[in-house]
């Protein structure tokens, strides 16, 4: 017999004595009564006093149930009042952002983790060229969703041509147009905080709709009230203050993730870049600086058409330019009509930018698209030079180290003069790269296909769409990718960004539709970078330039350099005669070799 638990002899000791039954007795089923159930007068009022007790809990139950309605109406209005408070508020969006996020990396992750293991497929190409695009196309939403940085991310990836396949830059192309628009109120009321001023003690008039918006600013039209100046007033989001560092967490988190679960695709390295210059961008004093410094550098070359907007004054997140207008490079109907010669548009902007990557203490801006520059017309210059160049958003700048950028200059003259052995040797100078790794780096630095780059024709030949779609294969097949992302972790950053510079440059040259094509673009560069070499070779000299040794090194150097330099002139008078003969222009023999 099983002995009875303590909790129920200690409860038997507050009841009545029970005579005792068997513990298996106890389970077995009672039997049921059939005698009718007869009612007494006694048990008759006893039940109408169950009754009126019955009553009396219901009003009583009615008395709690209101008591309870009240308290749940004063607990849900005092959480409703907490959601909407500030911490709260903040709390529910970050979650929200960093959930979107980590859904969207874990189901990315998840998508290439099986798809590479088909690397045997026979229609593999086509598997993982649909996977690219199922993750672009998710990753897109995400952004969209989370804004801030994050469409800034996406614009700096979409020109990473040589690193992503096409479609996920293709992808994100339209990030580049599609830019937040903050409320004027919100602005106002960042301005007083910043400040202590209203925007009326600034601006007499003020347009409430911004002539243009970007990931980090947008810009308005406005009159300053002391000097009824018409103005350029740039001023920065107002929500990237609040996520600017969650954000730029969460993209560390999702490139380390990536390199977790595929090593050979390692991209922190713009986690660390976006790290190093996004809290620059977001302080337009910087900018301030930056654009006072570049203007006052191309003060002493008159010859570029370049305008920069003077800066009036700046704040953190408030920055008053000159309001200077002009119409995208790529407006082509602009130029056309006003009798703007694109390929004098696309040389001058090889030589703005190739002065900034090869000039000595040359500032260089390293975000260049579109919508950085315009065009307009300026009758006082002769034709076919007669417009302006305005470059805007001077956010993004940075200083080449003298070795780089005469390495960079060394490397590029012998990729025009197809001479392999000295492309290699700068390779290793700039970034320690052997043999193996040298031709994806001169890929790179080309945005060509090696074979072209080592072919007798060379770079100076226009890229065929057979080019373009054979590199975007290779990359989109993954094992050229792996190899740019891990060549490029090595890569010096401000190598990162010449790159980043001259592809957005190419692309605004293809956009240009140039009859003559990238001849005279390589020919500029060529220019610049003979001039760099020139001026390392004169300061490589000791002593006296009387000295017969000095002067014959001198002589050799400014041969080299004037070699390049008459070649460029010889060619564009050819192309200035074909011009006023109306002939199209054509690569002469010369320009080639």
Same mark, same amino acid.
């Given at each position: 017999?099983?002995?009875?638990?303590?909790?129920?002899?200690?409860?038997?000791?507050?009841?009545?004595?029970?005579?005792?039954?068997?513990?298996?007795?106890?389970?077995?089923?009672?039997?049921?009564?059939?005698?009718?159930?007869?009612?007494?007068?006694?048990?008759?009022?006893?039940?109408?006093?169950?009754?009126?007790?019955?009553?009396?809990?219901?009003?009583?139950?009615?008395?709690?149930?209101?008591?309870?309605?009240?308290?749940?109406?004063?607990?849900?209005?005092?959480?409703?009042?907490?959601?909407?408070?500030?911490?709260?508020?903040?709390?529910?969006?970050?979650?929200?952002?960093?959930?979107?996020?980590?859904?969207?990396?874990?189901?990315?992750?998840?998508?290439?983790?099986?798809?590479?293991?088909?690397?045997?497929?026979?229609?593999?190409?086509?598997?993982?060229?649909?996977?690219?695009?199922?993750?672009?196309?998710?990753?897109?939403?995400?952004?969209?969703?989370?804004?801030?940085?994050?469409?800034?991310?996406?614009?700096?990836?979409?020109?990473?041509?040589?690193?992503?396949?096409?479609?996920?830059?293709?992808?994100?192309?339209?990030?580049?147009?599609?830019?937040?628009?903050?409320?004027?109120?919100?602005?106002?009321?960042?301005?007083?905080?910043?400040?202590?001023?209203?925007?009326?003690?600034?601006?007499?008039?003020?347009?409430?709709?911004?002539?243009? /918006?970007?990931?980090?600013?947008?810009?308005?039209?406005?009159?300053?009230?002391?000097?009824?100046?018409?103005?350029?007033?740039?001023?920065?989001?107002?929500?990237?203050?609040?996520?600017?560092?969650?954000?730029?967490?969460?993209?560390?988190?999702?490139?380390?993730?990536?390199?977790?679960?595929?090593?050979?695709?390692?991209?922190?390295?713009? /986690?660390?870049?976006?790290?190093?210059?996004?809290?620059?961008?977001?302080?337009?004093?910087?900018?301030?600086?930056?654009?006072?410094?570049?203007?006052?550098?191309?003060?002493?070359?008159?010859?570029?058409?370049?305008?920069?907007?003077?800066?009036?004054?700046?704040?953190?997140?408030?920055?008053?330019?000159?309001?200077?207008?002009?119409?995208?490079?790529?407006?082509?109907?602009?130029?056309?009509?006003?009798?703007?010669?694109?390929?004098?548009?696309?040389?001058?902007?090889?030589?703005?930018?190739?002065?900034?990557?090869?000039?000595?203490?040359?500032?260089?801006?390293?975000?260049?698209?579109?919508?950085? !520059?315009?065009?307009? !017309?300026?009758?006082?210059?002769?034709?076919?030079?007669?417009?302006?160049?305005?470059?805007?958003?001077?956010?993004?700048?940075?200083?080449?180290?003298?070795?780089?950028?005469?390495?960079?200059?060394?490397?590029? !003259?012998?990729?025009?003069?197809?001479?392999?052995?000295?492309?290699?040797?700068?390779?290793?100078?700039?970034?320690?790269?052997?043999?193996?790794?040298?031709?994806?780096?001169?890929?790179?630095?080309?945005?060509?296909?090696?074979?072209?780059?080592?072919?007798?024709? +060379?770079?100076?030949?226009?890229?065929?769409? +057979?080019?373009?779609?054979?590199?975007?294969?290779?990359? +989109?097949?993954?094992?050229?990718?792996?190899?740019?992302?891990?060549?490029?972790?090595?890569?010096?950053?401000?190598?990162? !960004?010449?790159?980043?510079?001259?592809?957005?440059?190419?692309?605004?040259?293809?956009?240009?539709?140039?009859?003559?094509?990238?001849?005279?673009?390589?020919?500029?560069?060529?220019?610049?970078?003979?001039?760099?070499?020139?001026?390392?070779?004169?300061?490589?000299?000791?002593?006296?330039?009387?000295?017969?040794?000095?002067?014959?090194?001198?002589?050799?150097?400014?041969?080299?350099?004037?070699?390049?330099?008459?070649?460029?002139?010889?060619?564009?008078?050819?192309?200035?005669?074909?011009?006023?003969?109306?002939?199209?222009?054509?690569?002469?023999?010369?320009?080639?070799?």
């Amino acid at each position: 017999m099983t002995p009875i638990p303590l909790w129920r002899a200690f409860s038997a000791l507050s009841r009545q004595p029970k005579p005792w039954i068997c513990r298996e007795c106890l389970q077995l089923p009672k039997p049921r009564t059939t005698q009718p159930r007869t009612f007494t007068t006694t048990q008759h009022f006893r039940s109408q006093a169950g009754k009126r007790t019955w009553r009396k809990a219901f009003k009583d139950t009615a008395e709690r149930r209101k008591v309870a309605i009240t308290v749940t109406l004063v607990f849900v209005a005092g959480s409703t009042a907490l959601a909407f408070s500030e911490r709260a508020r903040h709390a529910y969006l970050a979650a929200q952002r960093s959930g979107r996020v980590g859904v969207t990396l874990a189901l990315c992750v998840n998508d290439y983790y099986w798809v590479l293991k088909k690397d045997a497929d026979p229609d593999y190409k086509s598997i993982l060229a649909t996977c690219h695009k199922r993750c672009a196309d998710r990753t897109l939403k995400a952004m969209e969703a989370n804004g801030s940085i994050f469409i800034k991310l996406g614009q700096h990836l979409s020109s990473l041509n040589y690193i992503l396949p096409s479609e996920w830059c293709d992808t994100f192309v339209p990030l580049q147009d599609h830019c937040p628009v903050s409320s004027y109120e919100s602005i106002e009321e960042m301005v007083l905080h910043d400040t202590g001023k209203h925007m009326e003690d600034y601006f007499s008039d003020f347009d409430r709709r911004p002539v243009g /918006a970007a990931s980090l600013a947008q810009v308005h039209t406005a009159t300053l009230r002391s000097t009824g100046e018409k103005v350029a007033v740039k001023v920065q989001h107002p929500t990237l203050d609040e996520w600017s560092k969650l954000d730029l967490w969460l993209t560390r988190f999702t490139f380390s993730t990536l390199r977790y679960w595929f090593p050979e695709y390692d991209l922190t390295w713009l /986690a660390d870049e976006m790290e190093e210059s996004l809290p620059k961008e977001l302080d337009f004093r910087e900018e301030g600086r930056n654009a006072v410094r570049a203007k006052a550098y191309f003060a002493r070359l008159p010859t570029h058409p370049l305008v920069i907007p003077a800066v009036i004054w700046a704040e953190r997140r408030l920055l008053v330019m000159e309001y200077i207008t002009g119409h995208r490079p790529d407006d082509l109907a602009f130029l056309d009509s006003n009798g703007i010669d694109r390929d004098e548009v696309s040389a001058a902007l090889s030589r703005i930018f190739n002065e900034m990557i090869f000039g000595r203490d040359a500032p260089l801006h390293c975000d260049p698209h579109g919508g950085n !520059l315009a065009i307009r !017309l300026n009758p006082a210059r002769a034709a076919p030079r007669n417009f302006d160049i305005v470059l805007y958003d001077h956010g993004l700048y940075r200083d080449i180290p003298l070795h780089l950028r005469r390495a960079y200059a060394h490397i590029w !003259l012998a990729v025009l003069d197809v001479d392999e052995a000295n492309m290699r040797k700068y390779a290793y100078e700039i970034a320690g790269l052997n043999d193996d790794e040298f031709p994806i780096f001169a890929s790179a630095i080309t945005g060509r296909d090696f074979r072209v780059v080592k072919s007798e024709a +060379g770079v100076v030949q226009s890229r065929s769409e +057979g080019e373009k779609r054979a590199i975007g294969e290779a990359l +989109g097949e993954g094992g050229l990718l792996s190899q740019v992302v891990f060549l490029l972790a090595k890569v010096p950053t401000v190598i990162l !960004l010449i790159l980043k510079t001259n592809d957005l440059t190419r692309s605004l040259d293809e956009k240009l539709q140039t009859r003559e094509g990238p001849v005279r673009t390589f020919m500029i560069l060529a220019q610049y970078a003979a001039r760099s070499v020139f001026e390392e070779r004169v300061e490589g000299i000791t002593g006296s330039l009387l000295w017969p040794g000095n002067l014959w090194v001198y002589g050799v150097a400014w041969a080299s350099y004037a070699k390049v330099a008459v070649k460029l002139r010889v060619y564009e008078l050819y192309l200035s005669g074909r011009r006023r003969l109306g002939l199209r222009a054509e690569l002469m023999p010369a320009a080639a070799s």
